[in-house]
Each structure stands twice: as C-alpha cells, then as structure tokens.
C-alpha cells in the first residue's frame, strides 16, 4: 500500500499541475525510499529548472544520464518511470487528502528514528535537549491551504480583523500602554537601548514581574546574570523590601511573601541561565518545548537579556565573512521568528555606541554594533539618565521606532525610578508635550511623588 501511494503521488505530479503545485513545497525527498525517491528526485530536479511538469519519457532520458546507479535499483527505478506514463484517475480531494497523511506519518517516522540516533550518541549536529523540537515540528507537518488575502473577496474577513480585540500585554506603566495602544502585541520583537548601569536588565526585570502579577506566564532567559540574581531583583519588586534588606528576611517572613504572592496571581515565572554567547534561538526553542512537556508551562511573554550576547543559530561567529552588522541582524531576525512561531512577544535590549553613553537625547543610530537590529524590532524605546534625572529618581524614555503607533506621539517621557526595589512607576502628570519642545540637551524634570505616592499600577494588591 505504502509503495502503491507513492507512485500514484509521482503519477499525479507528473500529470496534474493542481496537485503539484499545492503539494510540491510540502513534500520532502526524505519522505521517499528506494527506486520512489529516486524518480521524485529527477521529477523536482526537473520543475525546479524548467518550471514545468516533465513526462516520463523526459525523466527516462535524464534517468538514462545517471551512471553511478546499477543493478536492481536502475532496473526498478527505470520499470517505475515507465509505469508513470500511465496515469490512475483517483479522486482529487482524496489525493490531497491522502498525501498530506502521508506526508505526516513519513515526517513523525523519520522524527522518530532521528531521536534513537540523537540518544544513542550518534549525532554529531543534534543534542537531546534538540528531541522535543524535533517531534514538534514532525507533528506539525499540514499542507496549508491559505494562498494569500484576496483584496475583495477577503473584504469581510479584513473588516474583522479590524475590530477584532487583539490580546495585549499590558504595561503597568500609563505612558508605555499610550505609545503602544494598550501594551505590546504577540509575535513580535521589542528593545530597550541604553547605556551600561543605566536599567535595561533593571526594566526587563520590572516589566517581567509586571506581566506576572497580570496573571501571565513568563519565561525570563539570561544570559549575564545568575538565575537566583534575576530572581533577587524581581523579589526586591514584587516584597516591595530593598534589594540590599533581601537577605535580612527571615526564612518564615521570605516563605510568607512568596506564599501571599502565589495566592495574588495564577501567573509564573520561570528564569533560565545560559553561558554568555553560548545560546541561540535554536537553544530556546528546545528550550519552550521541554518546558511545555515537562512543566506544562506555556509563556505569555519571553525576557532575554539580552541580545548582543546571544549566539546565532545560523552563523558560526564573527568572521572574516560575518561583520557585527550581519551577525546581530542574524540573531535579531532569529528572535522575532521565535516570537512569530511560539506566538509571543519578545523583549529583549541592546547597549548604545560609544558616543551614544554622554548622549542625553539618543537617537536610533547609536544603536551598537548593528543597525539591522532596530530594521528588525516592532518597538525600540531608549532609557536615558542624567545627574539631574537621577536626582528626581527619574529616567527619560524616547521612542526610536514604533509599529504600534505614530512614533512622534509622546516621543519622550519620564518614568519614576526605584533602583533599590528594581520598580518603574508613573510619575504625576508626564511632562511629554513640554519635553518634547525642549532642548534636548536640557530635559525638564518634575518632582515625583513621595515615596507614598507612588502609582504603583498592577502592583496595588502585592504589598506583602
């Protein structure tokens, strides 16, 4: 039966140019064994360099070419072509229907022996933490039918898509959910570009315990700092204690705020370390999917910190043929496609050049090492401290780049700053309008609240 399929399939692409074209992406040459993949091989080899259907006298003299093939496999393989003249009138939905099983089956098949390869230690190219994303994608494997949003039949379709409630994560900061319409939305890359110390990991950190106590399932990967001093500075947020008074808790008053913290939200975090420019997308993805079978942990929003210092999964390092442009833009562009493909959004930052550090009004182009990175990102906001900022515990956050919205809306602002607890906060009415006709150089501040007024947003309810 399995030999009968695969010839009718070769019949049919080699006779019907429907079922070609809507199969052949989707079919790989793995899939077929013997003299079967021998003939698929010529059948592609041929469309790919012609751009149409060969018959089988075609593929018997391209066949005829091939000189290192002898003995049963050339006598089968050239009975097989002859049989491909004659074509079987089959029913075209149960073809389709049919192939795309088989398609499925062959994938999760070769899934399968590749996986007692990988733990058998005969892989050279895959690791078992690679097993779960491997199965994943075999099981994933659908001829997909959508060919693209015809403008005037899709018309409805589209009138839905603008009305549609998109689901957002919100920020607890008034000012970040106005420049993006209501938080960031899934399947996208978002940065945050600032100077050394100034509070990229610090922001990450906030907007992290922000997004968990919402009820979001969050996945924080480092690549810098230790797990546990990630989690110590999202324990100074969330306690709402110091970070420098963490380890003067006693165990019960510790176990007492993680308890009325677990019973605040249905939300988790999970914070995972890799070596510095060890890891890549690929190291992530295996990552989600072990976390998905072991944990049944799904995120909601992805923190990496940060992005100059992963790896690539597509390039080897900085070469002689790869510059910085080429290979963060890799990595950038590899990070937004994990965001597309697990439905997520993706914070991550980037550090600013040289002369963007004494830069009080930074722009896009002091982005470091690449400006493929800011080509790539949906949202780019830029963190910027002054010592007069820093004396108001204010930082200034400019919009460099922004899909959400019109990125000259509110371009800069000031958020309240709480180093000590690792916290962002509203500040009493934001100075936007009045900054943004400013001197840059200059940027006006206000007084922020006392430490009792302090908007604290989704946070009200974790004074423990």
């Keep these: 039966m399995e030999s009968s399929l695969q010839t009718i399939i070769l019949k049919n692409l080699i006779h019907d140019e429907n079922f070609c074209r809507k199969t052949l992406p989707h079919i790989k040459i793995d899939y077929f064994e013997g003299e079967h993949k021998l003939v698929y091989d010529l059948i592609v080899n041929f469309i790919g360099k012609y751009n149409k259907l060969p018959n089988s006298q075609v593929l018997a003299i391209e066949f005829g ?236 929003i992805i923190f990496i910190d940060y992005l100059n210092i992963c790896a690539s999964s597509r390039m080897k390092g900085l070469s002689g043929a790869v510059n910085t442009y080429t290979y963060i833009k890799a990595i950038a562009e590899e990070l937004r496609g994990l965001a597309v493909e697990f439905n997520v959004p993706v914070w991550s930052a980037t550090q600013v050049t040289r002369s963007g550090y004494s830069n009080t009004d930074v722009e896009i182009t002091d982005t470091s090492e690449s400006f493929g990175l800011p080509a790539t990102a949906d949202l780019m906001i830029a963190l910027i401290s002054t010592e007069q900022l820093e004396k108001m515990n204010q930082l200034l956050v400019k919009q460099l780049k922004n899909r959400y919205n019109d990125v000259n809306k509110n371009k800069r602002f000031t958020v309240g700053l709480d180093r000590s607890k690792m916290r962002l906060y509203d500040v009493e009415d934001p100075i936007a309008n009045v900054m943004n006709d400013a001197t840059p150089a200059s940027p006006v501040v206000q007084t922020p609240f006392s430490s009792g007024q302090k908007k604290r947003g989704n946070f009200e309810n974790f004074n423990v």
């Design 65 to 300: 070419k091939l000189e290192a093939l002898s003995g049963p496999d050339r006598i089968n393989a050239g009975k097989l072509i002859h049989d491909l003249d004659t074509r079987e009138e089959v029913d075209y939905e149960w073809l389709v229907d049919s192939t795309e099983k088989w398609c499925k089956d062959r994938a999760v098949y070769i899934a399968i022996m590749e996986s007692i390869s990988i733990i058998d230690g005969k892989s050279d190219t895959h690791s078992e933490g690679m097993i779960p994303d491997i199965l994943s994608k075999a099981l994933s494997v659908t001829f997909d039918t959508n060919v693209g949003h015809d403008y005037i039949e899709s018309a409805d379709d589209r009138y839905e898509f603008y009305h549609r409630i998109e689901d957002k994560i919100e920020f607890d900061i008034d000012m970040l959910n106005k420049i993006t319409n209501g938080g960031v939305s899934r399947k996208t890359l978002n940065i945050i570009l600032a100077g050394t110390a100034v509070g990229k990991s610090l922001a990450m950190c906030h907007l992290a315990s922000a997004a968990m106590s919402q009820g979001r399932n969050v996945l924080y990967i480092t690549m810098e700092m230790a797990e546990e001093k990630i989690a110590e500075r999202i324990d100074a947020n969330l306690f709402d204690v110091p970070i420098d008074q963490i380890t003067n808790l006693t165990k019960d008053a510790f176990d007492s705020k993680v308890k009325r913290i677990a019973s605040k939200t249905h939300g988790k975090l999970i914070i995972k370390q890799y070596p510095t420019a060890s890891a890549h997308a690929g190291h992530f993805r295996a990552l989600l999917m072990e976390l998905k079978l072991k944990k049944n942990f799904i995120p909601d």
